[in-house]
């Protein structure tokens, strides 16, 4: 069965949906963002996750026509939450290397914008280190998106084909500490040095720091001492429907 070919489908009958998890302050506890993850509805299995959709479609071009959907997918329910009348949080898009590397991807991203006349400042761009390795096209792309006034974060920070060199370069605001950083804290003492080394490296660079796959309070609690900025993570809200979201952002006012 040619799974490339039944997402190509998918795609067609509109069968993905964007599911929306929070993120918070550190701080005062605020709702502060939501990371869109992408979902498909399967007629037949349900609801399948990203992890099974993702890496298949960046197996091939078919990762640019969805990611390009989900951009338009994100701005649509920016729009729609607008003119719900609630002043939304920022909304952080994960894009594939893939995407970035694409000539037409800038471009993409200016219609979709000024087509639901949404402003660049409610959005944040998710990357991944590995896209960052000296690849002009991709530095040239971020560069652009940042001027237009989008955020940026780099996603699994830690993971990747580690380039620090590529921070000094980039035009990043965030910095996510990967899962497999949290997991194990507070009591892995390679992990929680990690953890603070990262925060440390984030500051000092003027960089905000999200927590992502936070489950228990010991994580949280540890990670509120070293400095993070923002949780993520099934402790304070699992992915979820759009009109969850708008219930939480109709909450926070
Ligand atoms: O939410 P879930 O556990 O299914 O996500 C699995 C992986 O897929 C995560 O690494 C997440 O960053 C990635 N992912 C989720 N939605 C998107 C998307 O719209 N585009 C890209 N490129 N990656 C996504
Ligand atoms: O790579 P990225 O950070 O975009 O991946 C986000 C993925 O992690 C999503 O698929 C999301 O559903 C999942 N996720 C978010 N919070 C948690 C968590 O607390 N625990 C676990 N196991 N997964 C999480
Ligand atoms: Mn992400
Ligand atoms: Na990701």
Known sequence: LDLEQALRKALKKEEFILHYQPQYSVDDGHLTGLEALLRWQHPVRGLISAAEIIPIAESSKLIVELGGWVFEQACRQLRLWLDAGVDPVRLAVNV????????????????????????????????????????????????????????????????????????????????????????????????????????????????????????????ADFLRVAGCDHFQGYLFGRPMPATEALQLMRKRQ
């Open 96 to 219: 594939s290397v893939r995407q970035l590397q694409d000539l037409h991807f800038v471009n993409v991203i200016e219609r979709t914008l000024t087509h639901f006349q949404v402003p660049a400042q409610h959005l944040e761009i998710e990357v991944t280190e590995s896209c960052l390795q000296d690849n002009e096209i991709c530095l040239k792309n971020l560069r652009k998106i940042e001027q237009m006034g989008l955020a940026i974060a780099i996603d699994d920070f830690g993971t990747g084909f580690s380039c620090l060199s590529s921070l000094k370069k980039l035009p990043i605001h965030y910095l996510k500490i990967d899962r497999s950083f949290v997991i194990d804290l507070p009591k892995d003492e390679n992990d929680a040095a990690i953890a603070t080394a990262i925060i440390a490296l984030g500051h000092q660079m003027n960089l905000k720091i999200i927590a992502e796959g936070i489950e228990t309070q010991a994580q």
